[in-house]
C-alpha cells in the first residue's frame, strides 16, 4: 500500500510501521491516563494518550529527518538525541503545570510524573523499542496501582501520614453534597 500523499518524501521505516508505532505510544501511554481517569484525578485518559503520541511522532520525525540527512550526504549536523531531549523537555513543562502546592501539600506529583512517563514511553515506541515501553508500561502501572493500594492500607493503620485519608474525606464529602443536592430536589 503506497501512502504517498503530494509526492511527499519516502520515509526511510515502512509507513505502516511508522503508523503501529504512533498507534503502540498512544494505547500504552493511554494506561497510564486511564489509571489517572478511575482515580478521578487531572490530566486523564486523553491528556496521556496525546503525549504518547505527540512524543513517538517527535521521535519517528527526528529519525526521518537523520536518515533522510545520511541519504543526501549531510548527516553531519543531524542528531535525533536533541528531539528526545526536547521531548523531555516539553512534557516536564506540561507535567509540572499539573502540580499544585496548598496548604503545606503538594498536589499533582503522581500526574506530572505519569505524564513524563507516558513522553519517555512515547519516544521508546517512536524509536521502535516496544519491548522497552511495555516494560515501562507494566512496572508504572504496578507503581501506580500497586502501591496505591498499599499507601491506603498503611495510611488506614496510621502508619504513615497520605492521600488515603484526606481522599476518603473528599469523598464522603461528595457524597454527603450529592445526597444534600438529591434532598433538595426532592421537596
Not at 507503581?143 to 496505591?148: A, D, E, G
Request: hydrophobic residues 50%; aromatic residues 8%.
Amino acid at each position: 500500500m503506497d501512502w504517498t500523499l503530494l509526492d511527499t518524501p519516502r520515509t526511510a521505516t515502512p509507513e505502516f510501521e511508522i503508523a503501529f508505532r504512533l498507534f503502540v505510544a498512544t494505547l500504552l501511554a493511554g494506561l497510564f491516563g486511564f489509571d489517572r481517569e478511575l482515580k478521578n484525578r487531572d490530566a486523564g485518559l486523553r491528556t496521556h494518550m496525546l503525549i504518547g503520541l505527540a512524543a513517538a511522532l517527535f521521535t519517528i520525525v527526528a529519525f526521518e529527518i537523520f536518515h533522510a540527512g545520511r541519504r543526501l550526504g549531510q548527516s553531519s549536523g543531524l542528531d535525533p538525541i536533541r528531539v528526545v531531549e526536547a521531548v523531555t523537555a516539553g512534557v516536564a513543562f506540561l507535567a509540572a503545570g499539573t502540580i499544585i502546592q496548598n496548604r503545606r501539600r503538594v498536589h499533582g506529583l503522581t500526574t506530572g510524573a505519569g505524564m513524563w512517563t507516558a513522553g519517555a514511553i512515547g519516544v521508546a515506541c517512536g524509536a521502535g523499542y516496544y519491548t522497552i515501553a511495555v516494560i515501562a508500561v507494566v512496572l508504572g502501572l504496578t507503581v501506580l496501582s500497586l502501591l496505591h493500594w498499599v499507601e491506603r492500607r498503611a495510611a488506614r493503620a496510621g502508619l504513615i501520614e497520605g492521600d488515603a485519608t484526606a481522599a476518603e474525606q473528599q469523598r464522603d464529602a461528595c457524597v454527603a453534597d450529592r445526597k444534600t443536592s438529591v434532598d433538595e430536589r426532592s421537596k
